[in-house]
């Protein structure tokens, strides 16, 4: 490792340390030699930030580039992003042929040309597509450059239908967020060095070990009561900081508890930044009827109590509304009746949905249905370590979680039994040691609740 992994980072304040990372990332990248530049950004470092001053930079050094991102909506965004930062800058976003390829927004932009033919968009700085669009790119001379966004959320069969397109690359990601999806099994590749379901980072390095990796070493998101939890239970191995400190940032109420639990949890999250509402240990079904009420009592309370919050963005206390609440479950069906239990408490507005969707989302308060509440088992996709740390770590005040009472006694009972696979990378740590620790941890904050 080089570069920002240097341990006397840590003795940095943290704008000095995050601006020594990026730097170190963007010398790497200007003017190093090596075909791919790694950088692990844990949750809210200012990944995107990085992408976009990266993409400046090579675009003012003569450099056109490509970017790849993983999604629509975040191609959008960069698209957005670099425009707003630069408004000069000629930009194009490749898109599909569909109807309504693309956000509308990006047509305020003068410098942005959308197309779905990549030889429209030829001799821009920056032209930004998603790796699907860009595998059906063929006969167009490779870019010197490509930045790769998202790159953990890439399959590595993604990233080698694209590696022609480019001649460098800049590979960009959260090493601790969800894995690639895939829609078909991927036991019959496990430990082969072509696994065309692992992430386009984890291959690349397994390929090129000596290529410079770097990480950005601090979390502007997570309040200083949440970095060392996320950072500790789901990045080991490139541990990152708050980027405040205790007391930078405060949520108060304007109206006094009435004692119920769910008053109880805000106040104990409102003070350590975290609360976890206990009801009683019971086998239920997925959409567990009380655990989604106790979800959605605690947002009605939230906002009915008038929370506000203060921090370094802010001098005066700002109310927390419902757009900036959200909700997280593991499963489709859970967020879906956490709306309707919304619906009827007569609150709008709120995000509600799953780990996946919320990816990459930020919020002042988040309320999260714990994957193992109810369960009889703890399955591997329940125990999968990126939905739980996607969960934990959308908030910038207080994360609340809910859970019925027994998740120890149920990981007892159910060790973590995955089959060793030869060859194939240890992910560490794993889901059972990463859903212990938390557990562990959100246990000193508990509140039962007897419905």
């Known amino acids: 490792m080089n570069g920002s992994f240097e341990p006397e980072d840590a003795a940095l304040d943290p704008g000095t340390a995050a601006a020594r990372a990026t730097e170190a990332i963007l010398h790497s990248t200007l003017h190093g030699t090596e075909r791919g530049v790694v950088v692990d950004s844990p949750p809210g470092a200012g990944k995107s930030t990085l992408v976009v001053r990266a993409a400046r930079e090579l675009a003012a050094a003569g450099r056109p580039l490509m970017v790849v991102a993983q999604t629509n909506a975040q191609v959008d965004d960069l698209v957005d992003r670099l425009a707003t930062a630069d408004p000069d800058l000629p930009v194009g976003r490749l898109h599909s042929s569909e109807a309504n390829p693309y956000d509308t927004v990006l047509d305020r932009h003068p ?14 700085d920056v032209v930004i597509s998603t790796a699907a669009k860009w595998a059906y790119v063929s006969n167009v001379e490779p870019w010197q450059h490509a930045i790769v966004d998202e790159a953990y959320q890439m399959r590595s069969d993604a990233l080698l239908a694209v590696a022609g397109l480019f001649e460098r690359a800049l590979f960009v990601g959260d090493p601790g967020q969800l894995d690639p999806f895939s829609v078909v099994g991927a036991e019959q590749w496990a430990g082969l ?96 009827p009380e655990a989604v009420r106790a979800v959605a009592a605690v947002v009605r309370r939230l906002l009915d109590r008038g929370t506000t919050a203060a921090s370094e963005r802010s001098e005066e206390p700002v109310p927390v509304t419902a757009d900036r609440i959200a909700v997280g479950t593991a499963h489709r069906d859970q967020a879906a009746a956490v709306r309707t239990a919304l619906a009827e408490l007569g609150v709008p507005g709120v995000a509600v949905d799953t780990a996946n969707r919320l990816q990459g989302r930020e919020f002042d308060v988040t309320v999260v249905l714990h994957p193992l509440s109810g369960r009889p088992d703890a399955s591997a996709f329940h125990l999968e370590t990126g939905r739980l740390c996607v969960l934990a770590s959308r908030h910038r005040h207080a994360c609340i979680v809910v859970c019925r009472a027994g998740v120890a006694e149920l990981l007892d009972e159910h060790p973590s039994t995955e089959p060793v696979q030869l060859g194939a990378t240890v992910k560490f740590p794993d889901g059972w040691e990463a859903m212990f620790s938390t557990w562990e941890f959100w246990s000193r904050h508990r509140v039962p609740w007897q419905p």
């Open 111 to 124: 410098s942005v040309r959308t197309s779905a033919k990549a030889a429209d968009l030829a001799g821009l």
């Open 193 to 288: 060095s072509h696994d065309p379901s692992a992430s386009a980072v984890s291959t690349l390095l397994a390929h090129n070990p000596e290529l410079p990796q770097h990480r950005l070493p601090v979390s502007w998101r997570l309040p200083a009561s949440a970095a060392p939890l996320v950072s500790d239970a789901f990045y080991p191995f490139t541990p990152f900081r708050s980027g405040t400190g205790p007391g930078d940032r405060r949520l108060a109420f304007a109206v006094a508890s009435d004692g119920s639990a769910p008053d109880r949890v805000l106040d104990e999250a409102a003070e350590a930044g975290w609360g976890l509402l206990e009801l009683p240990a019971r086998n239920t079904p997925r959409t567990d």
